[in-house]
């Protein structure tokens, strides 16, 4: 089954430890990008990457890191969580960079 | 300063009759136009999509029309069903790789 899985779902953590939500998809798909959903915001773009090793920065990236080693996988790394980061998470990918992406589940993120 | 817009946070259509979301934006560069919907506890679901070239899309039930000269982007749905009750993004691309979204509208559809 085509898929993006995110891992994990839910995390709560403390402002400063270091974590990292994992992606994956398996539909062999060069584009792959991360967003963030809050109320009222609708989809924010964090981070994307066109392809393996290639990474660019979204709406926003601040407090945020990103690595693309292999093709399927495209982890979201918070090196100091704060508060404001706060909020659902998604990962998605896509064949082109312009069409249509395939959402991850969500991650549900609360930093105290 | 927002470059998108879905002026109405939320809409309720009857069973059977249309349903119509809007989506405004500012900036002409933007030439791929999507629709996603969303349901609770679920990443959001392709929908239908349109290119800057075209001023119509139909799939079944759901037509996205685009007015490049208002920059306005509508979806319709007709007829509306119970299970279209969600939540919908229309999202913008310039080909740049950047996708921006609009806040939403939550569609109800009343049986």
């Known amino acids: 089954e085509a898929q993006v899985t995110q891992n994990p779902r839910y995390l709560i953590t403390v402002t400063g430890k270091k974590l990292t939500v994992t992606c994956s998809q398996n539909?062999?798909?060069?584009?792959m990008s991360w967003y963030r959903q809050d109320p009222g915001l609708g989809l924010r773009q964090i981070y994307y990457s066109m392809n393996v090793e290639v990474t660019d920065k979204g709406d926003v990236p601040e407090g945020y890191k990103v690595s693309r080693k292999e093709k399927r996988n495209f982890p979201l790394i918070l090196e100091s969580p704060s508060p404001n980061q706060t909020s659902l998470y998604f990962c998605?990918?896509?064949?082109?960079?312009?069409?249509?992406?395939?959402f991850g589940p969500g991650t549900r993120l609360t930093v105290t | 300063d927002q470059q998108v817009k879905q002026n109405s946070p939320s809409l309720s259509v009857q069973e059977g009759r249309i349903s119509i979301l809007n989506c405004d934006y500012t900036n002409s560069m933007f030439d791929y136009f999507l629709w996603y919907k969303k349901y609770p506890a679920e990443g959001p679901t392709f929908l239908i999509s349109?290119?800057?070239?075209?001023d119509k899309n139909e799939d079944g039930r759901f037509t996205v029309f685009l007015n490049k000269s208002a920059k306005h982007l509508s979806l319709h749905i007709v007829p509306s069903q119970p299970g279209d009750s969600a939540v919908y993004f229309c999202?913008?691309?310039?080909?740049?790789?950047?996708?921006?979204f609009g806040t939403g509208t939550r569609l109800k559809v009343l049986a």
């Open positions: 539909m062999n798909h060069e584009y």
């Open positions: 349109i290119s800057s070239i075209k």
């Open positions: 999202a913008l691309s310039s080909g740049t790789y950047k996708y921006i």
């Open positions: 998605a990918s896509s064949l082109t960079g312009s069409g249509e992406q395939y």
